[in-house]
């Protein structure tokens, strides 16, 4: 007979949101069980360490904003975070706040079923141990499953064949040919990660993505102390803001201006970076109308990255 776990809390997933949860339950008095199926914490950022791997959120913002102390002295030198950089991190928060003792490693959840005579779920695990508990929380994200391509001929391709998420320390591409499939946020990162060190990279592109500066830069010590100096105003921004980027999102539709005005806003935009603040901080209307959404990629971003591309060609990069 499996022997059966009781908590108060059972959590899915050691990533962001499942250490979140954790420290959430632990405050109010509740017992709790992480269950992950990896080997170690971390989610997503532990599944994929592909090169170029690099958080979207500013750095300031990715933190959990519980531990004041910790947003104020644990060191985020760039303006972006890498995957390591965000690793490292978690697994810093984890042993930092002793929460190890309430996370199972190496346990996947195969089933969870509600017993209403019980008004309890019943969680059955790959280990031989199943576990009961009042609440469950799902905290697996949406990037925890790779989405492989049905592409005709896949099984018999004579090279080196791997997802994104398959990528490891010892994945080498040195000197090799490479094709990416996708040019989406994985692969447009992983391309400019590896062209330099492989005989050649070839992007295949069902749909051209349109790319935005990200302006990673170096975190100055005067722009860390300001950003201490003002987290409880910033984290304030980021619970009043829509999207969770801190930044008042616009409610200026598009087309509402002159076209002189739009190409400010956009150079602007352009020119502070960030993906975020040029699709939501210009205009109110770039994800939900075509025009719109042509006005900010094809006018500003399409023919920036047009005017670069050939000025690297004529360089002869």
């Known amino acids: ?8 809390a059972i959590i899915i997933g050691a990533g962001l949101g499942g250490i979140n949860s954790l420290h959430e339950v632990l405050e109010l008095g509740l017992s709790v069980r992480v269950l992950e199926r990896a080997s170690e914490v971390g989610g997503t950022w532990s599944y994929n360490q592909y090169p170029g791997c690099t958080s979207d959120t500013p750095s300031l913002l990715y933190r959990l904003y519980w531990d004041k102390e910790d947003l104020r002295t644990y060191p985020w030198p760039n303006r972006y975070l890498t995957q390591p950089e965000i690793l490292a991190y978690i697994k810093h928060v984890v042993s930092k706040h002793n ?17 209403p005579t019980q008004n309890r779920w019943l969680i059955q695990t790959n280990t031989d141990e199943e576990y009961t508990t009042r609440y469950l929380i799902t905290a697996v994200g949406v990037l925890h ?26 994945t080498d591409i040195a000197n090799k040919r490479v094709g990416i499939i ?45 950003y201490n100096a003002r987290y409880d105003a910033i984290i304030d921004a980021v619970w009043d803001s829509a999207t969770g980027f801190g930044f008042p999102e616009s409610t200026t539709p598009t087309m509402s201006v002159s076209p002189d005005e739009r190409v400010r806003v956009f150079e602007a935009l352009w020119r502070e970076g960030g993906a975020m603040q040029f699709m939501l901080g210009g205009f109110s209307d770039t994800f939900s109308d075509a025009a719109a959404n042509e006005a900010a990629c094809a006018r500003s971003s399409a023919q920036k990255s047009r005017r670069r591309s050939k000025t690297r060609r004529r360089r002869g990069r």
């Open 99 to 115: 929460v190890s003792p309430h996370i199972q490693l190496n346990t996947e959840v195969t089933s969870a079923t509600w017993d």
């Open 1 to 8: 007979m499996k022997p059966t776990h009781r908590f108060d």
């Open 182 to 226: 996708g040019c989406g946020a994985s692969g447009i990162q992983i391309l400019t990660a590896i062209a330099p060190h492989t005989a050649s990279t070839t992007s295949f592109q069902r749909t051209p993505q349109y790319a935005i500066p990200a302006r990673n830069a170096a975190i100055t010590p005067a722009e860390r102390a300001s």
């Open 145 to 170: 499953e790779p989405v492989l391509p049905s592409i005709p001929g896949m099984h018999t391709f004579r090279g080196h064949l791997l997802h994104s998420t398959q990528w490891t320390p010892s």
